[in-house]
């Protein structure tokens, strides 16, 4: 199957600082790709869908401006988690999708957990 | 908006013994129903899907049922083994104006040897 990754797999930062999150199809192109959030023990929320040359689509509550999302090629999309704080500590996980008959198929990111002190 | 609903939260058998996990979903142009498998600390693994033209399908000691009409589906796993210890996403996904995929709260599935 198709093959997601996603760096850092792990980062820890200060609060206020900014983080930046890759996401790349390894060897396929993606020209939709999603960012979810997962809190521990709860499910994975879609945050916002990023779409190669255009602006990402954000769901209703995720604020654009403190999670910038760039879709700058085929393969890679990137999420800045800015001035990050303590609530933003969470498991980060990107998704690609590989277009197919009947429906399209979705791979996911090993996640990124980010942890902000 | 749209919705899933999926229960149990949390399901406890003993080895050897049946698991169900029963969803429901409120958007009716969902067509894709994927279940996934996550373990702690890593990315959600697709164990079994289904599409809306079908009624049932199995893979081994996992199987799903849909019934669109309903808008239930539902995943059983037979002859559970202590490594199917895991929690188990349900989602449904469309493809009309974009891929979109809502997953369900989760169930958290232990298996006892």
């Known amino acids: 199957g198709a093959v997601v990754s996603q760096h850092p797999s792990w980062v820890i930062c200060k609060s206020g600082t900014s983080v930046k999150i890759e996401c790349r199809s390894l060897?396929?192109?993606?020209?939709?790709m999603f960012w979810y959030r997962q809190f521990p023990k709860q499910s994975l929320m879609l945050m916002a869908t990023?779409?190669?040359?255009?602006?990402?689509?954000?769901e209703q509550g995720v604020e654009k401006d403190k999670f910038l999302i760039n879709h700058a090629s085929l393969t890679l999309s990137t999420l800045t988690v800015t001035s990050a704080h303590p609530e933003d500590s969470s498991f980060y996980i990107c998704s690609a999708i590989v277009s197919g008959e009947p429906t399209d198929t979705q791979y996911f990111g090993p996640g990124t957990r980010l942890t902000v002190l | 908006g749209e919705n899933v609903e999926q229960h149990p939260s949390t399901l406890s058998v003993q080895e050897g013994d049946s698991a169900v996990i029963k969803c429901t979903y409120s958007d009716s142009a969902s067509n894709y129903f994927p279940w996934y498998k996550q373990e702690l600390g890593k990315r959600p693994q697709l164990i079994i899907d289904i599409r809306s033209n079908v009624g049932e399908k199995k893979d081994q000691r996992i199987a799903v049922t849909l019934n669109k009409t309903a808008k239930h589906f539902s995943l059983h796993i037979t002859e559970t083994q202590p490594e199917d210890s895991a929690v188990y996403f349900c989602a449904a996904s469309r493809n009309t104006g974009g891929f979109k995929t809502i997953f369900g709260a989760g169930t958290r599935l232990f298996v006892k040897a």
């Open positions: 060897d396929f192109q993606a020209t939709t």
């Open positions: 990023s779409n190669e040359g255009s602006k990402a689509t954000y």
